[in-house]
Structures are given as structure tokens and as C-alpha cells.
């Protein structure tokens, strides 16, 4: 896979970070961007002043706000974009992606309003395309565009797909492993969001490590009690995509997601906290839709469920951890 043509699609922190791991490995890479203005201000600067500032853009990595042209000379593209726009980026790619084109996607969460995962989502819109991957794990974009050591699950439907896609990025401080459970990947990825909000929750009220430990292993026992009732693999999600993710947006705030957690405690309402952020919090969407999964597989999400009922349902995190409190006795 040395020499591969990339184009890296979404000029956030997260695709940025993953445009200068590939330049880094060796491909050739080309990172677009929507909005033309910003774009050139990167190329000029050699670096994402307005995700990633002061880290400067391997030699070999190239800016472009031409879609089809960074589409057309690509053989390999890496979906950067978050989960609500994935499916319309995907509309307005579509005419220009090939049937051969290897896609892998980077994105976490789930739709808005359907709750379908990512790789449902590109079998409905891309039907004919059938050489895709998933990237998912524990990772903050600017520490991986600083070359810190992180490591990554890619997962694809077949093990060859699995390891031609870790061959493009496994380089140097970034290593990266291969699954054959796309669900579970992308499951993992997407819910661990929604309980970094319930983490954040209870740090900010002060609750105190015992119950963030205690929140992060129930919390991983309700993706896996999900993951199940979707096929997924058990296993997944004791990985990097899994617990890996959970624990570091559990714990780090670095997470949006938590610090969207910490400021609802202190008394923000969701729109309050989301604009004091800036940015895209996937946990919030997700909240709603993971409660909607776990209606349709029947399934008990307790503090998922809570977490929803704050964010859409005026349901004060006080009385959120209140009513988690006050659950039964059960076994383990």
C-alpha cells in the first residue's frame, strides 16, 4: 500500500490530524476542504490554525477545495466529516467516486433520525461500492497530529479490507489494528460519547472518581448489552474501539463531550454549553438516537437513557443521578 493516492475529506481537527499521519507514512495526500478561504489560508501557513495551530503540515501533504479534482486523482478517500453531514456529504461525492475507490470512513456517531450506523449509511447511498473500512479508538486529533503514540482499530467486512486499511496509516508512533466487526466498531465509537456526557455530569457535581469508575464500567456494559442485540462481537468492545475510546473520553478534557458533560453541572443549559464549545458535540445527536435503539432492540440502557432524558427532556443531572441512585439491587 506504499504510494497510495489519499484524499482525506473534512479539514476539521480530526481529518487534518489523520491527512499529516498518512503524508507521514509515505502516501501521497491530499487533505480538502470546504470552505475555499480557509483552505488557503492553511496552504499558505503549512497548518490548521483554526483546529490544530502551531503544528506544522508534513512537506508531502497537499490542500485542495475542489472536490472533484481531489476525488479523481485519489484511489483512496478517508471520510472525515461528522455523523449529521455523512450522508449528504456522500450525495454530493457521489457522482464523482468510483466503484473501485477504497472509502474508509473516520466519522463517529450515529444519523440523526434514523439512528443508522455510518456503514448503513454508504450501502444505501454507494450500493455498487464495496471496498470500505471503518478507523475508530481512542484518539485526540491534536496529539495524533503531534506524532504522540496512539493506537487505532480498523474494521472492515473481510480481514483482507481490514489490513489493506491499516497499511496506509500503521507508521512510526501510529499504530493501527484490524476487526472484521464493523457494528461493533462503529458502536463503540459512537455511544462512548453519550456516557462522556454522563462522566462529565458527574465530575462537574462532584461525585468523585469512585463513581466515574463506576460509570465507565456500566456504562461499557450497556454498549456491549446493545452491541449484542446488533450482532456485534463481545470482544470488540474490551478493545481499542471499545473501552480504549470510553475510558479516554471519560476521563480527558480533551473530550468535548465531557467538558459538554461538566458544563450542564454547573448549571448550562445544552445550547448554552454547546456554543460555549464551538463545536461539533456527536454525543448530544447520539443520545438521542442510541435511546431510540435500545426501544427498538429492547434493550435496558439506564444511564444512556438519563442522559437523554437531560439533554431532551429538561431532566436536571441532580435528579438524573438521583434516579440511577435509587435503582435496585441486582446481580452483576
Known amino acids: 500500500m506504499s504510494g497510495r493516492n489519499i484524499a482525506v475529506l473534512g479539514a476539521g481537527s480530526w481529518g487534518t490530524a489523520l491527512a499529516m499521519q498518512a503524508a507521514r ?10 470552505e475555499a478561504d480557509q483552505i488557503a489560508i492553511m496552504q499558505q501557513e503549512r497548518c490548521n490554525r483554526f483546529y490544530l495551530p502551531d503544528i506544522n503540515f508534513p512537506e508531502n501533504l497537499r490542500l485542495s ?3 472533484d479534482a481531489s476525488l479523481q486523482q485519489a484511489n483512496t478517500l478517508l471520510i472525515a466529516v461528522p455523523s449529521h453531514a455523512f450522508r449528504s456529504f456522500l450525495r454530493t461525492a457521489k457522482s464523482h467516486i468510483r466503484t473501485n475507490h477504497h472509502i474508509v470512513w473516520a466519522t463517529k456517531g450515529l444519523e440523526n433520525d434514523s439512528a443508522k450506523l455510518m456503514h448503513q449509511i ?10 470500505t473500512a471503518v478507523i475508530s479508538g481512542p484518539t485526540f ?10 493506537a487505532v482499530t480498523a474494521a472492515a467486512s473481510t480481514t483482507d479490507l481490514a489490513w489493506e486499511t ?4 500503521h507508521h512510526g508512533n501510529f499504530r493501527v489494528y484490524s476487526s472484521d466487526d464493523v457494528v461493533g466498531v462503529e458502536l463503540g465509537g459512537a455511544l462512548k460519547n453519550v456516557l462522556a456526557i454522563a462522566a462529565g455530569i458527574a465530575d462537574g457535581l462532584g461525585f468523585g472518581a469512585n463513581t466515574r469508575a463506576a460509570l465507565i464500567t456500566r456504562g461499557l456494559t450497556e454498549i456491549m448489552r446493545l452491541g449484542h442485540a446488533m450482532g456485534a462481537h463481545r470482544d470488540t468492545f474490551m478493545g481499542l474501539a471499545g473501552l480504549g475510546d470510553l475510558v479516554l473520553t471519560c476521563t480527558d478534557n480533551q473530550s468535548r463531550n465531557r467538558r459538554l458533560g461538566l458544563k450542564l453541572a454547573s448549571g448550562l443549559n445544552v445550547a448554552a454549553a454547546r456554543e460555549e464549545i464551538g463545536q461539533a ?9 442510541a435511546f431510540t435503539l435500545a426501544q427498538k432492540h429492547a434493550v435496558e440502557l439506564p444511564i444512556i437513557e438519563l442522559t437523554y432524558r437531560v439533554l431532551y427532556e429538561n431532566l436536571s443531572p441532580k435528579s438524573a443521578v438521583q434516579k440511577l441512585l435509587s435503582r435496585g439491587a441486582k446481580s452483576e
Open 25 to 34: 507514512a509515505g502516501q501521497d495526500v491530499c487533505l480538502w476542504g470546504l
Open 65 to 67: 477545495s475542489n472536490l
Open 122 to 131: 454508504l450501502a444505501e447511498e454507494l450500493p455498487a461500492c464495496q471496498h
Open 141 to 150: 486529533a491534536g496529539e495524533v497530529a503531534r506524532n504522540l503514540p496512539t
Open 166 to 169: 491499516t497499511s496506509f496509516l
Open 281 to 289: 458535540v456527536e454525543g448530544v445527536n447520539t443520545a438521542r438516537e
